[in-house]
């Protein structure tokens, strides 16, 4: 007698989990950069803005790269370019390990690990958008909360290997674990669901497999003539140029009010776990309450947590900011990419997402540099944190014009 075969997993499914694995890898070398920061800085004699930059450069390669490699992957597909991306940050990071001056690296980490990280990201998470429309905001808070695991991990590695063989053999071993892995989570990326005979969600006609279409949407070009593409890309940059200070300068902060390397760590660690939390248990309610009013509520809870910063030089009031910022940053990452294919359709949705993170590719280049060059002149952060808290406040005001805009796609 025949028995039904068992149901087979959604390929979704399945490009979600290399997301995840991909943005685990990339942003867990990018944010173990402030376990590294006392090493580098007592190697090079360097400033704290001079070893700032070398973090900042990378962030603006990598988010400066996204139209381009975004547009990539939308006409040729994700897979080949995310193994090159792997590649290059494996290149990078054995290279930053033979560094002899701050200005080499400049060119092995900043250049070498942003091109690398430029050329996964956007590529990443834009192949998860396609495979999904219902679930569109869960899938994608579930393949970004890998930059959450990556926040918490990866740093507490990056300190245990450095405390073991120094900062140069971390750099290393880093380096050919994550070449390893990413590759393998490479080859299992794929943004065409109708190529396979597939449709989003797993959906399927009366005859079974739907026929391969073309995707809807609008063409980059016809993107960036709208009210709600500007709103998006000013909103995204006003609110970075905060948002990546405290993975740079939370961990100094901490030790400039006598609490130890640990602690610091610990606190970038919260900022991770505050990430996940955000992007598991909150990110999925856009799919039913609304992704613009949830990114209102981001940037809300953005500006009041840089308020709290600024007044805390205890352990647990900057644990609570650190939990509850990450939390909001969480949900910010993971609600980014559905609002662009709401707003504009999957036709091109990986290079709309890249040129709307090209604002914060500028925000990381000025944000940690300034903020250390603030802390240089006047030994404090109190400038850049409030700073920080105004421009949230005006990224609030760009989310709340998008409430009345309507899709373009």
Not at 236 to 243: E, N, P, Q
């Amino acid at each position: 007698m025949p028995t039904s075969a068992a149901p087979r997993l959604f390929y979704g499914w399945i490009v979600v989990g290399a997301s995840f694995a991909a943005l685990v890898l990339i942003f867990g070398v990018a944010y173990s950069f402030s376990a590294f920061f006392r090493s580098l800085q007592g190697e090079f004699g360097a400033s704290r803005a001079e070893v700032s930059l070398v973090f900042s450069l990378c962030g603006f390669v990598y988010m400066g790269l996204g139209p381009l490699t975004g547009s990539i992957a939308d006409r040729v597909g994700p897979r080949w370019l995310v193994i090159t991306g792997f590649v290059l940050l494996a290149g990078g990071l054995v290279a930053a390990s033979n560094a002899s001056s701050i200005r080499v690296l400049y060119l092995a980490y900043g250049l070498g690990v942003g091109f690398g990280v430029g050329c996964i990201y956007v590529p990443a998470i834009g192949a998860v958008q396609p495979w999904f429309i219902r679930r569109r905001a869960l899938a994608s808070g579930l393949a970004s909360s890998g930059i959450g695991v990556g926040t918490v991990v990866l740093p507490l590695l990056a300190v245990a290997l450095i405390d073991l063989s120094g900062w140069r053999r971390a750099f290393e071993i880093l380096g050919w674990s994550v070449l390893l892995i990413g590759i393998s989570a490479g080859f299992l990326l794929d943004n065409a669901p109708a190529k396979r005979g597939l449709a989003p969600d797993g959906d399927t006609g009366s005859g079974g497999t739907k026929p391969a279409q073309a995707p809807r949407g609008v063409t980059l070009r016809e993107a960036i003539r709208t009210r709600a593409f500007w709103m998006l890309y000013l909103g995204c940059g006003a609110f970075s140029i905060g948002l990546f200070i405290p993975f740079v300068h939370l961990a100094p902060y901490a030790r400039d009010h006598g609490l130890s390397e640990q602690t610091g760590v610990m606190l970038m660690g919260l900022i991770g776990a505050g990430s996940i939390a955000g992007r598991f248990s909150l990110a999925g309610i856009g799919d039913r309450i609304g992704r613009r009013g949830l990114l209102v509520a981001v940037y809300a809870v953005s500006c009041v947590c840089f308020l709290i910063w600024l007044a805390s030089s205890h352990v647990i009031a900057l644990a609570t900011f650190a939990l509850v910022f990450g939390t909001a940053y969480g949900v910010f990452v993971a609600v980014q990419p559905p609002l662009a294919m709401d707003f504009f359709g999957a036709r091109n949705v990986s290079g709309i997402i890249g040129a709307i993170y090209t604002s914060a590719a500028l925000a990381m280049l000025v944000g940690p540099p300034l903020a250390g060059l603030a802390f240089d002149l006047t030994r404090s952060y109190t400038l850049p944190i409030a700073i920080s808290a105004a421009l949230m406040a005006m990224a609030l005001g760009c989310s709340i014009v998008l409430l009345k805009e309507g899709p373009r796609a």
